[in-house]
Nanobody, 127 residues
């Protein structure tokens, strides 16, 4: 099993920045792929950013590309999400996720592909 613990989110004004972290523990061999997903009220859970820890490849949703950056510290089993130029549309519960298997066919940002999940952390952006 893998346990995932996200840092506390926060509340910022539009245009502001925030960084989230996620620490994996337990059988971290099974957290080869880690990423961030978010879900706003009334909407489906969507993939935000994913990193393949072994190879370093990253994948982003079109809505955050150029504003968000995912990175890792493998020695600490930690993944970060740096969020810049935040907008009210980014308001959501953010979840850290992990899995082992390589994703094919453009499914890196598909939430059903991931087995392990954190508890979620709230990010609120006000106008």
């Amino acid at each position: 099993q893998v346990q995932l613990v996200e840092s506390v989110g926060g509340s910022v004004q539009a245009g502001g920045s925030l960084t989230l972290s996620c620490v994996a523990s337990g059988h971290t061999y099974y957290s080869n792929i880690m990423g961030w997903f978010r879900q706003a009220p009334g909407k489906e859970r969507e993939g935000v950013a994913v990193i393949y820890r072994g190879g370093g490849s990253t994948y982003y949703s079109d809505s955050v590309k150029g504003r968000f950056t995912i990175s890792q510290d493998n020695a600490k089993n930690t993944v970060y999400l740096q969020m810049n130029s935040l907008q009210p549309e980014d308001t959501a519960m953010y979840y850290c996720a992990a899995d082992w298997e390589i994703k094919y066919g453009g499914r890196w940002l598909t939430h059903s592909e991931y087995k392990y999940w954190g508890q979620g952390t709230q990010v609120t952006v006000s106008s």
